[in-house]
């Protein structure tokens, strides 16, 4: 089955860690956003009825319920198995009831470091969100969580861990800092300056310790791990997200949208106000390499891959090397990382890149 993803690129606020092509847009802006999207959901060839719908972003969750019928009724069949709406938290009105599932952008339950950070909610704000949802009827949702924030120690990532346990989610997301030049934040790590406190971030280690200890505290809750960066209760993995990881047809919609369907991958342009105004927001079209992509995509997930005998062939030497120092584990004819390989994940993928 396929999946729809729609970009929602507008919010609130710009965080400090973002690196998303996301921001606080002018209202204008929104109105040929939207007109641009529905063109490009008009122009797409569907070669099947997709199942599974993502809003993400930005901040979804402001978009006017008018403007989401709008776009909504462009797209063909309604029967979503999953549809999820990303919300940031204080940015929560009552949900659509297109949605049944809703992902919350909690990212910390330590006030002081969601201050730091330049997001608006509280930990206090969350947990409302979380009764309001469940007072909608939408038990599936999940909660992010970032490690290596400015300020974050083993005591507040604990403390943030709590607040989970307390709040119950079916699903969570742990994701590490990424430290690059699109994120103000990361720009400063860079250039080793001051501002966003980015001479407070833990160290590498004391970030791999929190994400260690995150999987192990979720275990103790019943949420297991399924993704790199995902966790969730049996039953509760996000069928959309699944099709990326699975090699499975997905449809990005709006800016910077990527798109994988027929072998071929896409990717529109990245900024809101470049896909606002261009008839043809494609940027890249490639042929998929399901072999080579099939290790760095597949292997990122908890049930790993089965390769086929001509891939053994290909990576035999590393699949063996990998094996040796602990870095795989083979289930039958099931390859997949072992926790020791998952922190090392970047170095193992890029060799069935260079392979
Ligand atoms: S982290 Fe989320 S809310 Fe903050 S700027 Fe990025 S997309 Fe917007």
């Not at 949208?257 to 079209?285: C, K, M």
Request: glycine share 8%; with cysteine.
């Amino acid at each position: 089955m396929a999946g729809v993803y729609i970009s929602w690129p507008f919010c609130a606020q710009k965080c400090t860690y973002c690196n998303f092509a996301s921001g606080v847009f002018p209202k204008a802006l929104e109105g040929e956003y939207v007109d641009a999207l529905i063109r490009e959901i008009r122009a797409a060839e569907w070669r099947w009825t997709p199942d599974t719908l993502y809003i993400g972003g930005g901040t979804p969750s402001l978009i006017d319920h008018e403007i989401l019928d709008r776009l909504l009724r462009e797209l063909p069949g309604h029967l979503w198995a999953e549809a999820t709406l990303e919300a940031a938290p204080g940015a929560l009105a009552p949900i659509s009831p297109y949605f049944n599932r809703v992902s919350l952008g909690a990212q910390s339950f330590v006030d002081a470091e969601l201050r730091r950070t330049g997001r608006k909610h509280t930990a206090a704000i969350v947990e409302e969100n979380v009764a309001q949802l469940r007072a909608q009827g939408i038990a599936n949702f999940n909660i992010d969580l970032i490690a290596g924030l400015p300020g974050q120690t083993a005591g507040s990532w604990e403390t943030s861990l709590e607040w989970v346990a307390r709040l119950d989610p079916p699903h969570v997301s742990v994701y590490m800092l990424e430290v690059d030049e699109d994120s103000r934040l990361g720009l400063e790590i860079l250039n080793d300056g001051p501002r966003y406190g980015a001479r407070d971030i833990p160290a590498d280690e004391a970030i791999v310790a929190m994400y260690e200890r995150a999987t192990e505290r979720l275990h103790e809750l019943g949420i297991e791990r399924y993704e790199i960066s995902n966790f969730a209760k049996p039953g509760f993995e996000s069928k959309h997200n699944l099709k990326y990881w699975r090699l499975e047809p997905y449809i990005g919609f709006g800016a910077d949208a990527h798109s994988f369907d027929d072998g071929s991958r896409w990717q529109n342009v990245e900024t809101a106000a470049a896909y606002a105004a261009t008839a043809d927001p494609r940027i890249e079209l490639t042929r998929a390499n399901p072999d080579e992509e099939r290790f760095f995509v597949g292997l990122r997930l908890r049930e790993g891959i089965e390769p086929s005998p001509s891939e053994w062939l290909a990576h035999e030497p590393a699949i063996t090397r990998f094996l040796n120092q602990g870095l795989f584990e083979k289930d039958g004819p099931r390859l997949r990382l072992s926790p020791r390989g998952i922190l090392l994940s970047n170095e193992i993928f890029q060799e069935f890149l260079a392979a």
